[in-house]
DNA sequence: CGGTTCGTTGAGATCGGTCAACTCAAGTGG
DNA sequence: CCACTTGAGTTGACCGATCTCAACGAACCG
């Protein structure tokens, strides 16, 4: 029942942005050696739409830098977050022809495209490429459904949940450099911004985290994480 | 937060089932007429184990009649359901080499199988075969998807989202005969038995929705249930 | 007739949401 | 350089939806 004032009016359509953001290390999920991307990677704006739900989906994307987050906005104004996507992840792949969630960027971002219908008639004669499609989408599907088993579970479990999923991804390292707000936590998590600051807070009262800045959390005590995750 | 005790202890493999069961008109999303399955329909009894969470995925199935639903026991033993699946519907289409859920028969029910070994090599061939079953997968990831959605209302929502899928099942006529029972929609709802039931109550007093036995739901007021849905 | 399973209902506890104030950092413009 | 603004995040007080615990009712079966 989160009645929101539906969030950020995303509009800046891509910026002349500059690389920098430092490259994360490789996106781990998605690293298509076979699907290569042809084309000058795209520079998108904070908060810039990348597409939208409902429009035809013609593309297929794959993030260079930066980081994505995949949305919906609900009739009654909320917003639910599908998945983040950093650099190396495929996103956009979709079974229809209309994308059923936006995509917008939530930093500074550089994301390659291919036309789909292009893929698509490729997939038509190389076996292997259609297989490795499927694969992915067959990723999103174990993604999403890790996402059903964050949902189910108590405040403190999602967000231990959450920390240790985005941990997985930068090389597991005992930290994690958040690209995204605390707004766009709680939509991913189905929890308010006040939960998940209040959630942070307790975290770091029982010394199972750190919180140096509010973007950057330091994980001191994994186990205990893995407990919370239940 | 919902400690459990880990329900249902599935036990008896198998029975002696004789058809009946009225077999449902034809499941909509996976009517797959290209994968044709070999060997006859394998019965199986109420709450028999059809296969289990981390068993090597061996065969893909398709329910014949009864219903089916996939579930995972977490670590403090709640059960979250993934999914429900009737007549016609494809079940245990896995990516990796082990099933993610154990699928469980909701009531007696006959599935065919066949070996995934003996479709995958197929599939290499057969281009049909091949995007059939990457479409199977997206359909699934559409439908988890969507439990994204509904996890992240309120119980109403929930129990109203439940309603209205099953009903679009059931040729979408205005009643619903519910195989599973409160437990199973409580798992996968994420609520509880007793929350389902309340709201149940509560939408019958509503005159949204009839429950003349405990099983049947009568939709009385689609309009305000499609509301309620957010 | 007990026993068992399933579903319903009630009363109280609790977790997370709501509303509101406050802090902090980063601009922005005089 | 200093107000002023703005957006993000934190914290507190309160409230309500959902869970917990418990009793009860109904159907089924030996």
Redesign the interface.
Known sequence: ?LTRTATQTVSSNRSFSHASKAVPPFGLQECEGMIEMMGAPMPFARNAEIYGEGEPAEYLYKVVSGAVRTS?I???G?R?I?AFYIAGDLFGLE?GDEH?FSAEAISETKVVMVKRTTVMTMA?RD?SL??E???A??????N??G???L????AQERVAGFLLEMAARNRSADFVELPMSRQDIADYL?LTIETVSRTFTLLENSTVIAVPTARRIEIRNRSALSRLN?
């Open positions: 029942m919906k609900l009739a009654d909320r639910q599908g079974i059923t038509q076996g259609a297989r499609l499927w694969a989408t067959g990723r999103e599907l174990r999403v459904q996402h059903v088993l949902l189910i579970k108590s189905g239940s």
